[in-house]
């Protein structure tokens, strides 16, 4: 079963800061998965990759897949973007479960 | 554009009652999940289906019974509610396989047993 690992767990960050938030896991994987899930609980996915960088807006998504390590950046942070960032990957011939980290809380103050 | 919506948002339950969570899905895909979300762990895959008319196992099947008797709806049953069974609920479909496609979800269900 692959290990997802998130950090930080917890992150405050002043509006307009640049923030990275990354992912871990232990076993090779055909996509990875970033979602974002605001307060009232629905989550909403933001980027889908297997490979190099994905860019929508303010939000950009790196993954390395040798290293197994992925992250995901927010540029000119902003009070809406405070959520729970979570991380889930896919992979292997019949794979259909998405294996989820715990999560990653983003506090920005204005 | 509904997308994903689940039945009910909240409830309560005392233990040993039975409930029927609904996930309906517009965009006519053909796989859908179930999970549930409890504190400091990630969400974890209850049953899915890749479907209409089959069902799967996930990684915590015990104590659930799913159906898929349409496309478009996906229901995720408790005979018997048990205390550990307090947690939020959330539905997901996507058109093909989370290898080569989003996940959409819905808005969650917070179930109480007391």
């Known amino acids: 079963k692959n290990e997802v690992e998130q950090s930080p767990q917890n992150l405050t960050a002043q509006e307009g800061e640049f923030i990275t938030i990354n992912c871990s896991y232990s076993?090779?994987?055909?996509?990875l998965h970033w979602l974002q899930q605001h307060p009232g609980g629905g989550i909403v996915s933001l980027f889908m990759?297997?490979?190099g960088k994905k860019k929508h807006g303010r939000l950009i998504a790196t993954i390395n897949i040798q290293e197994k390590h992925s992250s995901l950046h927010i540029t000119a942070s902003h009070p809406r973007d405070s959520a729970v960032y979570i991380c889930?990957?896919?992979?292997?011939?019949?794979?259909?479960?998405?294996?989820f980290g715990k999560g990653t809380k983003l506090s920005v103050i204005p | 554009n509904a997308g994903v919506t689940q039945t009910p948002k909240f409830r309560v339950l005392k233990t040993g009652q039975s409930m029927t969570l609904l996930c309906a899905q517009d965009?006519?895909?053909?796989?859908m999940y179930w999970y549930r979300q409890d504190p400091g762990m990630g969400l974890r895959l209850i049953h899915y289906?890749?479907?209409?008319?089959?069902?799967a196992k996930g990684e915590v099947p015990d104590g659930y019974n799913v159906s898929r008797l349409k496309k478009q709806n996906f229901l995720l049953g408790l005979e018997s509610a048990a205390p550990s069974q307090t947690s939020v609920y959330f539905c997901?479909?996507?058109?093909?396989?989370?290898?080569?496609?989003?996940?959409?979800f819905g808005q969650g269900t917070r179930l109480t047993v007391v």
């Open positions: 965009m006519n895909h053909e796989y």
């Open positions: 997901a479909s996507s058109a093909l396989r989370t290898v080569f496609t989003e996940a959409f």
């Open positions: 076993v090779g994987i055909s996509a």
């Open positions: 889930a990957v896919t992979g292997g011939a019949g794979s259909y479960q998405l294996t």
């Open positions: 990759l297997s490979s």
């Open positions: 289906s890749v479907g209409e008319g089959t069902t």
